[in-house]
């Protein structure tokens, strides 16, 4: 009796352990719901396919800061409850925050609180993958004045392994650089971002995208008069060299100048994959708000109309917010996603477009009708592309029973949709919803995290395949028996093959693995597998239906272990 106790208790603890992704959509992987609120999640993806998701949280009184991180199957590599980053003292009203990924798969946070007085100060911490603090356990004060009000810190890991956190420093924007060991390398006085001063102007709000060369751009919005009503509303950018030297126009470039926007509103930026970056805002300059995009070279040269092209032409009656945009490399589109409501905002649904490297819409002027107008609303859109798909998210709000749902859509590039011809629906327990934030990482998976009312307000996360399902990654199957003693990749079957091939391999080990094909002349032409699996025999299938006929190897490796094999395509 007492064996059968101790193995019922190491079953029921490996359980809790070892919680994957989960293939039930109303279910979802609990990522934390424990006493108090869990709220204002972020999440970022890790280069094994895995992902870092940090939230604020209450159950201890006020809220402290803490943080998860999940491998590519959504098994927790953190504590169940997530590692508590902070628990200084925090302002009465939370202000947003952020975090990012850096090129050694570590954490960078950057969030505000009270520690230094009764201001709100902005603080960065670094935590390595396996949970050490490598900035201090306390982090690092970004600020160079404690009695000033800052806000809104956002991160941007540039391409030299270094860190940019931009925020809004009272009503100027301060900038700090941070080298992996933890050294603010401009210096404890941040750079500083200033508005016309003869105007009194006002900055706010940045974000940014990183470039070449260890440079970054940011983005932000400046204004007279008052917060609520403001005057001489404009979009500004600027790019920034690796010493922190404005490389485009002086003092900064002007986005948009037309006026018409609330200073309240947050614009948004994202990169193009081609270290430029594009730019969406609304704004209403002589009728209804309209969603505007614009995008930048990384050498300064704006590519659409000056103060950029409106996403729609919808007439004197239909009104247009929250734009998001997603850029698609191997075509050189950019696509935008946002809320359409009629004038007495009873109405919303979910409108896109896209646009041509030039800025020429290519959908109906009017935009496609991804979620036709209805009485439920949404919030936290996103997209992301990933080959010639893209990808968009959204938590909609039902109005009759005020429970959310969070949604997600693929279309391709004629704006058919994908995943059976439907809009998914990853987080379909009725409840009520808050804030979420999405992600795709290198195999197209996407990840969404979302505040979830189910219990007392907790963090939950789905995972969508790329073809669409959820759970375990697509195209791999656990073969089960014996656990192998050693590492093994074999041949492809069949081989030559058209357009399907299956390959088999083991693992001995829990252990980060990496299967991807290369083509004859050694470039990578697809990742198969890409994060940590356990022990076990797996096969995992190859659709070449997108590659042309040909020789072509694929390549295993796993620890020290390194297998490769050649493989045939005949169309």
């Not at 050694?104 to 201001?119: I, K, Q, Y």
């Not at 960065?124 to 356990?137: D, H, K, N, V």
């Not at 409108?351 to 936290?380: C, E, H, I, M």
């Not at 990578?524 to 994060?531: I, P, Q, R």
């Amino acid at each position: 009796m007492k064996k059968i106790l101790i193995l019922l208790l190491f079953v029921m603890i490996s359980g809790s352990l070892f919680a994957q992704w989960s293939s039930n959509p109303a279910v979802n992987l609990t990522v934390c719901d424990t006493t108090g609120e869990q709220l204002l999640p972020k999440i970022a993806v890790t280069s094994d396919g895995g992902c870092y998701i940090g939230w604020f949280d209450s159950r201890s009184g006020g809220y402290a800061v803490y943080l998860q991180k999940l491998n590519s199957l959504g098994v927790k590599q953190f504590p169940a409850g997530g590692l508590l980053i902070s628990n200084n003292p925090q302002s009465s009203s939370l202000v947003d925050w952020d975090l990012a990924v850096d090129d050694s798969n570590c954490c960078v946070l950057a969030f505000t609180d009270t520690r230094a007085g009764s201001s709100i100060n902005p603080y960065a911490y670094r935590i390595s993958p396996t949970g050490q603090f490598l900035w201090g356990a306390n982090g690092i004060a970004l600020t160079d004045s404690i009695n000033v009000y800052q806000a809104n810190p956002k991160v941007i890991c540039t391409s030299d392994g270094n860190v940019i956190i931009p925020w809004q420093y009272n009503n100027k924007i301060g900038v700090q650089k941070i080298n992996k060991a933890g050294t603010k390398v401009w210096g404890n006085v941040p750079l500083m971002v200033i508005g016309n001063t003869t105007i009194n102007e006002k900055f706010n709000y940045p974000c940014g995208v990183k470039s070449d060369n260890g440079s970054f751009i940011l983005y932000w919005i400046g204004y007279t008069g008052s917060f609520i009503s403001p005057a001489n509303f404009k979009l500004y950018t600027q790019k920034y060299s690796a010493a922190g030297t404005g490389q485009w126009g002086s003092p900064q470039d002007t986005i948009w100048n037309q006026g018409s926007a609330q200073g309240t509103y947050q614009p948004s930026i994202y990169p193009d994959g081609n270290n430029g970056a594009i730019y969406v805002w609304q704004s209403y300059i002589t009728g209804p708000t309209v969603c505007y995009v614009q995008r930048k070279n990384s050498s300064g040269v704006i590519q659409f109309p000056v103060n950029g092209s409106a996403v729609t032409n919808t007439g004197a009656t239909m009104l247009n917010f929250a734009p998001a945009a997603s850029y698609m490399p191997s075509t050189g589109e950019t696509f935008v996603f946002w809320q359409r409501k009629n004038s007495l905002q009873s109405v919303i649904g979910v409108y896109g477009q896209k646009f041509s490297a030039t800025g020429t819409r290519l959908w109906a002027d009017s935009g496609l009708v991804v979620k036709p107008l209805d009485g439920n609303s949404f919030a936290s859109l996103s997209t992301f592309t990933k080959d010639t798909s893209v990808m968009g998210y959204y938590m909609e709000i039902v109005t009759s029973g005020n429970t959310g749902l969070a949604k997600a859509f693929r279309l391709n590039r004629d704006g058919a949709l994908q995943w059976g011809g439907s809009i998914l629906t990853p987080g379909a327990y009725v409840s009520s919803k808050g804030r979420m934030s999405t992600a795709i990482n290198a195999n197209g998976m996407s990840i969404l995290a979302f505040q979830d009312n189910r219990v007392d307000g907790g963090i939950y996360a789905q995972n969508i395949n790329f073809n669409g399902t959820f759970g375990g990654p697509t195209g791999i199957t656990n073969l089960g028996g014996i656990t192998p003693e050693k590492y093994s990749l074999s041949q492809n079957y069949p081989n030559p093959f058209n357009p399907v091939t299956k390959i088999k391999f083991e693992v001995a080990k829990n252990t980060l693995v990496s299967i991807k094909v290369f083509d004859i002349l050694g470039r990578e032409v697809s990742t198969l597998v890409n994060g940590n699996m356990t022990a076990g025999t797996y096969e995992v299938t190859l659709n070449a239906s997108e590659l042309s006929s040909g020789v072509y190897f694929y390549k295993m490796t796993s620890g020290d272990f390194t297998g490769i094999r050649k493989l045939m395509l005949l169309k």
